[in-house]
């Protein structure tokens, strides 16, 4: 008795070729434990993908925004950032200063005493709001203990039993805080740190 023998079909994907986008058939054998492809004959002889390769960035430029103004971002011959204008790095020890206040702020405004900031690296302004009642706080610079001016972010909200922390924007040799309650009939305690790192 004659035997028939069947012969197994061999399932058939379509890829596509880049980037000439033309259909090919590949075979792809999956009786064996690796599948392997092959194009089939009449498709062996194409084109290889030859897509050329993006060429690398020489030259970027980084813009940031200020007050709603976009400015370029500075940078030296070498192409390090500038982070401040006429500001080199520093050499020397670094050394840490710190101001504690504890007071009650009532409904005008009361100064902190003013911090030489002419030699700090960075400073900021701690404020602990231990009442009830919010707080406002407003940043004065100046160059001496007469001329000062407010700092750009205007007066600063600080909610009760919330801590912030406030930076001057802007920099002159003094620096100081000045708060006051923002309700007219209520007090409110203020924990006020001032921090500071400076080149010895």
């Known amino acids: 008795m004659a ?16 980037p000439i986008k033309k259909t090919v058939c590949v075979r792809v054998n999956v009786s064996s434990d690796k599948q392997t492809s092959s194009p089939c004959h009449r498709h062996r002889q194409r084109r290889r993908c030859n897509a050329p390769k993006p060429s690398p960035i020489q030259r970027a430029q980084v813009f940031g925004k200020y007050h709603g103004t976009v400015i370029p971002v500075r940078v030296d011959r070498k192409g390090r950032l500038l982070t401040s204008p006429g500001v080199h790095s520093h050499h020397g020890n670094v050394t840490f200063r710190e101001d504690t206040r504890n007071v009650v702020a009532t409904h005008d405004f009361a100064p902190l005493p003013l911090q030489d900031v002419s030699h700090a690296i960075k400073y900021v302004y701690l404020v602990h709001n231990l009442g009830s009642a919010n707080a406002k706080v407003v940043v004065q610079v100046g160059t001496d203990c007469e001329n000062l001016a407010e700092d750009l972010e205007g007066a600063i909200t600080i909610p009760a039993n919330q801590v912030v922390i406030v930076t001057p924007l802007l920099f002159s040799k003094y620096v100081r805080l000045l708060y006051r309650s923002s309700s007219s009939d209520e007090q409110t305690k203020l924990h006020i740190v001032f921090q500071a790192q400076a080149v010895g």
């Open 3 to 18: 035997s028939t023998r069947h012969q197994a079909t061999r399932p058939w994907v379509k890829v596509e070729v880049c």
